[in-house]
């Protein structure tokens, strides 16, 4: 059994600051009455114990008021992107079969169309309220969250998260990284990411304070990291650059007191190493996905260089191990194994089964070297990773050949100086159809970070002689064609 995380935590340190964003602060204790009361006025709502919602917000304290009053209330939250296009918003709203959206009222004009019951965040605030008795013990196995990631076959899968997937990955985490009462971890990603929401997890885990920014703003975090104000951030390598760039405009180092700067979503440069250095941030590169609640594994810092290009050892719970290989250095999909892994999905991919024979088949080829260390050779042969987003080719084709004028079409990622890789799309169609039709068309049906950077028309793709379409190939293409 696992204690009702924040009920726990508000009774342990009632007084230890829990949560800080611009000037205003919450302790624990504060941060618990906040999610009492939405928690009963969810209920007042017709929302009990097991209901799955889904969550449509932004990073903001009321929104981690939000997700922390649904936790307590004992609903399953479906985290919703708000990057998405609403037609992606309200496919995931069908698949997921939410009986109620939560939704920021910044953001009310994304679901105008869509149909499930809705409550803003305003009509949450005033509602009336009825009693709700908080389930002290969670059972390890209970879904408390649901995010949703690209699937090969363009169609997004429901995640399914546990309370023992999310507090076994923060236990790891800890004993990794360490942990001191003056702890205070910068989050500055998206709360709808597993990224962002195990950093949530971790803080009433540990009882770690979480200083919160809306969006990334390298110029004040940097401020943030030289004051010493904060002890830990996540980055991504886009993240990354823009932070060194700062500390490099002011020839400054980071506080005594700044111990981690978490880099994930891709490997992180060795020039990006070597910078972070000379301003003694310390880089700890991380490998994981949605499947695992976070990371899998890490590289230490003081082998960021020694083993350049690793994700480094897999935490104290978790097993790595590479499909068929023999020995070390085999090339093979990497497997996973622990109590992090998802014990499945939902919606749509409800009957698959992510396991086999208890491994978590990642689709990412890598090998284990001679040390025990993992490196990851291609992040799944098809996907693009875009300063931290992962996007599959196969998705925005789907929405491509659905265009009267497009015949065939294929993308693949073309590298990019800040944002790591952008989509890039190749296309056979009607001779009279322009870039701009087809980014028009994309950006009313994609999230702007999935609309190809460019489109190139040619007479054909290449296949090979089953027809399946060669991105190796495409992927060369794109490098010939940059602008």
């Not at 019951?117 to 013990?137: P, R, Y």
């Not at 060194?244 to 400054?252: A, N, V, Y």
């Not at 993308?411 to 322009?434: M, N, R, Y």
Request: charged share 25%.
């Amino acid at each position: 059994m696992i204690p009702n995380w924040l009920v726990q935590r508000a009774y342990l340190t009632p007084n230890r600051l829990a949560l800080s964003f611009g000037d205003e602060q919450w302790t624990f204790e504060q941060l618990a009455d906040q999610a009492s009361i939405i928690a009963r006025k969810l209920k007042w709502n017709g929302l009990n114990e097991g209901d799955r919602i889904a969550l449509l917000g932004r990073s903001t304290p009321e929104m981690v008021c939000v997700i922390h009053g649904c936790l307590l209330a004992g609903l399953e939250i479906v985290m919703l992107n708000s990057r998405l296009s609403s037609k992606e918003i309200s496919w995931q709203l069908t698949d997921c079969d939410a009986s109620t959206l939560l939704v920021d009222d910044e953001l009310i004009d994304r679901i105008k169309e869509i149909n499930t019951s809705k409550l803003t965040f305003s009509d949450i605030e005033s509602s009336g309220t009825q009693h709700v008795a908080f389930t002290e013990m969670w059972e390890p196995s209970r879904t408390i969250t649901i995010m949703y990631t690209s699937g090969t076959t363009g169609f997004p899968k429901g995640v399914r998260q546990t309370a023992g997937n999310h507090t076994s990955s923060a236990l790891s985490s800890v004993l990794n990284l360490g942990l001191t009462e003056d702890d205070m971890w910068l989050c500055t990603m998206p709360l709808f990411h597993i990224s962002g929401f195990s950093i949530l997890a971790r803080s009433v885990i540990y009882g770690m304070g979480v200083r919160l920014y809306e969006k990334f703003d390298a110029e004040a975090i940097v401020e943030e990291i030289q004051r010493g104000t904060v002890t830990r951030i996540s980055v991504v390598a886009t993240g990354l650059h823009r932070i060194l760039e700062e500390f490099e405009k002011s020839g400054s180092v980071a506080h005594p007191s700044f111990k981690t700067m978490l880099a994930g979503g891709g490997p992180v440069p060795d020039d990006y190493l070597r910078r972070a250095r000379t301003h003694q941030l310390p880089v700890l590169q991380t490998y994981g996905m949605t499947e695992t609640s976070s990371q899998t594994a890490t590289l230490s810092s003081e082998d960021a260089l020694r083993k350049s290009g690793s994700a480094g050892k897999p935490l104290f719970f978790n097993r790595i191990k590479i499909r068929d290989a023999e020995q070390p250095g085999d090339f093979g999909e990497v497997l996973v194994m622990g109590p992090h892994v998802t014990p499945g999905y939902i919606g749509h991919a409800a009957d698959r089964n992510p396991l086999e024979d208890g491994w978590l088949p990642t689709g990412d080829i890598g090998y284990i070297d001679e040390e025990g260390y993992l490196f990851i050779v291609d992040r799944r042969s098809d996907l693009i990773i875009s300063g931290g987003e992962n996007i599959y080719p196969a998705e925005i084709e789907n929405v491509l050949i659905s265009h009267p004028q497009v015949a065939e079409a294929g993308v693949c990622g073309q590298s990019h100086p800040e944002w790591g890789s952008v989509p890039i799309a190749f296309i056979v169609g009607d001779k009279q159809l322009t870039e701009s039709d087809l980014e028009q068309y994309c950006k009313g049906q994609l999230a702007g970070y999935k609309t190809p950077k460019a489109f190139h028309f040619v007479d054909h793709l290449p296949r090979n002689a089953s027809n399946k379409l060669l991105r190796r190939e495409l992927k060369e293409w794109a490098e010939k064609n940059k602008k």
